[in-house]
């Protein structure tokens, strides 16, 4: 068995662990398939309760998530369209039982002649015009490949693997290529402009996402969520998604995870979780939600924070004094507050509240009723005292990031997600021992 499943495989039972001596590839399927990188995490979590130096009544977690790049290759477009062909005139032959040269010579892609895609081309990639006729001509086969398959082996083409090779091919055509404006034929296509929203970067993963930690740090591969208990050291849950999918999907799994271990009453986060989806989901369920409310500004005039906001008459009251009430819009759930300009244009404060002869106007928030709360509990020092205790679940992640390492070790999410909870039961394992030496 390979070593980093050693040191936790002794947490499962051996009703649970019905493994045997095989390939660890077979232990991986069949973890995923009994969902026993989950039951992991309790069973480390159900050690640490014995343990008695925790309180499991009113829970308390926090969530955080950090980058995760991927295994697979990231490459170009033309490189994900010649990987993608090949893979599908590959998948033809797994399911037909013919030779590649075979199929190759069939379906007339001489493209896969040579050593690689671009040697084939064998153009001169400075020149536009050689590029443009070249994408074309690669595009052309792919397409005629796609009518290929399913003129000469539609039965085949309708099942895996072909069917998934096919449905490959075709989503990255339509990530990447568009016709070409420039061409009144319309036989010409060019790279997309821009970046499609779900695009795929690579053949080797495809569930592979392009996102952001923040504005300025862009990673392509995955996000891994984690749920701790803070001050114990302990992670509950751990998901991992697409780097494009928002923090918030990831509230549903972790609350679940949390909750087999005790009633959970609160949850801390950060902002990038505060979406009103996953505040909804809390709500319903009767659980509080912690984080810092987000920094409002205003060109340094007076900011959302100095309006005195009422939400049950629906009024906001500016510095001045002056009152102006909004009304929801029950499709977007979101409201504006606009002061009269007359009064606006008035007033001796308007310098320092805004420029527009239109008057000031407030935008009202779906979540403001929470965003109150979070700025009245920020305007404390007890209420910072509570959000600073998040910071506990930063770093059980950073935790978890050292055991895990950088990089994805395994190719698609759930198989990630495996390898999330195994560093989890580690940390906790870790945190136990930590505990038994100090008794």
């Known amino acids: 068995m390979d070593s980093r499943w050693q040191l936790v495989l002794g947490t499962l039972g051996e009703e649970d662990a019905p493994f045997g001596q095989g390939s ?27 343990s008695g130096a925790f309180g499991w009544q009113k829970l308390k977690a926090a969530l955080d998530s950090s980058p995760l790049l991927g295994a697979g290759r990231v490459e170009d477009t033309w490189n994900l369209l010649g990987r993608a062909i090949r893979r599908v005139v590959d998948a033809v032959c797994v399911a037909t039982g013919r030779e590649f040269e075979s199929v190759v010579d069939d379906a007339q ?33 792919a397409v005629a490949l796609q009518r290929w398959v399913i003129d000469n082996v539609r039965e085949q083409a309708e099942r895996p693997p072909v069917s998934t090779e096919l449905e490959l091919l075709e989503a990255l055509i ?12 319309g036989t010409r296509v060019r790279i997309r402009q821009g970046t499609a929203k779900d695009r795929i970067p690579s053949v080797g993963d495809p569930e592979m996402r392009h996102g952001r930690k923040s504005r300025s740090k862009k990673f392509v591969g995955y996000k891994r969520h984690v749920a701790s208990v803070p001050g114990a050291n302990l992670i509950v849950g751990a998901e991992v998604l697409p780097a494009n999918v928002p923090e918030h999907r990831a509230v549903p799994r972790l609350v679940e995870d949390v909750g087999r271990h005790g ?67 029950a499709s977007t759930r979101r409201g504006t507050a606009r002061f009269n300009a007359d009064t606006c244009n008035r007033c001796e404060l308007k310098a320092q509240c805004t420029a527009s002869k239109l008057g000031r106007t407030v935008s009202i928030h779906a979540l403001e009723p929470l965003f109150v709360r979070l700025r009245e509990m920020k305007a404390t020092p007890a209420g910072r005292d509570v959000l600073r205790e998040r910071v506990d679940v930063e770093h059980a992640l950073a935790r978890v990031g050292r055991i895990q390492g950088p990089k994805a070790r395994y190719r698609g999410a759930r198989k990630n997600t495996l390898d999330v909870r195994r560093a989890a039961a580690i940390n906790n394992l870790q945190t136990i021992q930590r505990l038994r030496q100090a008794a």
């Open 109 to 141: 892609l001489d493209l896969l002649d040579g050593p690689s895609l671009k040697a084939a081309l064998d153009i001169n990639w400075d020149e536009p015009g050689e590029r443009n006729q070249a994408l074309t001509r690669l595009v052309d086969q």
């Open 174 to 185: 339509a990530q990447d290529i568009e016709p070409d404006p420039s061409d009144p034929s």
């Open 263 to 329: 009633d959970l009453q609160t949850v801390a986060v950060d902002r990038g979780y505060l979406h009103v989806e996953a505040v909804d989901f809390l709500s319903e369920r009767g659980i509080d939600v912690e984080c810092k409310p987000w920094r409002s500004s205003n060109r340094q005039r007076f900011s959302k924070d100095e309006f005195d906001i009422d939400l049950e008459a629906r009024q906001v009251s500016c510095p001045a004094g002056q009152t102006a009430t909004y009304l929801m819009s």
């Open 24 to 50: 660890l590839v077979r232990f991986r399927e069949r973890m995923v398939a009994h969902d026993l990188d989950r039951k992991l995490v309790d069973r480390t979590v159900a050690l640490a309760k014995a």
